[in-house]
């Protein structure tokens, strides 16, 4: 079974040289009968496209995600940091 536990990807593209701003996120979400991997794609700033590939059950769709992230990893997409979801630093942390 897949190691990947994160189930929302948020990868950017940037190049100014070559005027490149863009993204791409990858989203697991359940349907009704299924599982579907969700990708997300454009400039920044732009609408984007969608688009869903469904699959039988939640491993299926947890390869595919790790997949897609090494192929956009590999065309030089990093991961975007969300600095404001990290737990602040003042809270005790349980454990």
């Known amino acids: 079974m897949s190691e990947l536990t994160v189930q929302y990807l948020v990868l950017e593209r940037r190049d100014p040289a070559r005027n490149m701003a ?3 996120v ?3 979400e359940p349907t009704l009968f ?3 991997l969700v990708r997300e794609w454009d400039r920044l700033g732009g609408r984007g496209r969608r688009r869903l590939d469904l699959f039988d059950g939640h491993v299926q ?6 997949s897609w992230l090494r192929r956009k990893t590999r065309r030089g997409y990093v ?8 737990p602040a ?3 005790p ?3």
Not at 61 to 66: I, T
Not at 79 to 86: A, I, K, S, V
């Open 22 to 24: 863009r993204f791409y």
């Open 26 to 28: 990858l989203t697991i």
């Open 34 to 36: 299924d599982t579907a």
């Open 61 to 66: 769709a947890v390869e595919a995600l790790e």
């Open 79 to 86: 991961q975007r940091d969300f600095p404001c979801l990290e």
């Open 89 to 91: 630093r003042d809270t």
């Open 93 to 95: 942390q349980a454990g």
